[in-house]
């Protein structure tokens, strides 16, 4: 049993930067973060729902979409238990919901996302 809280979004402008944090919580008492794959995605009006990066258990490899990739990059601290998304060169078709994600072998986890704006 796995809670994500998603913070960090907000109105900036384009070609600024954001930082979105993940902030992961277990209900059980043998949860451990290091456990679960964490990735990001988003949705802006009338889209489906994309893969933006995903990271895994160790932190060791990403996967990056292409429509992102050279501005954004993930990361994961296992000791805070928290997942980021660095994004830079922000421009308008990035506005969406972003959200934050947890797959395990056995299960799959959602927050409840965090909006994210990119106008002048």
């Known amino acids: 049993q796995v809670q994500l809280v998603e913070s960090g979004g907000g109105l900036v402008q384009p070609g600024g930067s954001l930082r979105l944090s993940c902030a992961a919580s277990?209900?059980?008492?043998?949860?451990?973060?290091?456990?679960?794959?964490m990735g990001w995605y988003r949705q802006a009006p009338g889209k489906e729902r994309a893969l933006v990066a995903g990271?895994?258990?160790?932190?060791?490899?990403?996967n990056i979409a292409d429509s992102v990739k050279g501005r954004f990059t993930i990361s994961r601290d296992n000791a805070k238990k928290t997942v980021y998304l660095q994004m830079n060169s922000l421009k308008p078709e990035d506005t969406a919901v972003y959200y934050c994600?947890?797959?395990?072998?056995?299960?799959?986890?959602w927050g409840q996302g965090t909006q994210v704006t990119v106008s002048s």
């Open positions: 277990g209900s059980a008492s043998g949860f451990t973060f290091a456990n679960y794959v």
């Open positions: 990271i895994t258990r160790a932190g060791d490899t990403t």
């Open positions: 994600n947890a797959v395990s072998n056995m299960r799959v986890y």
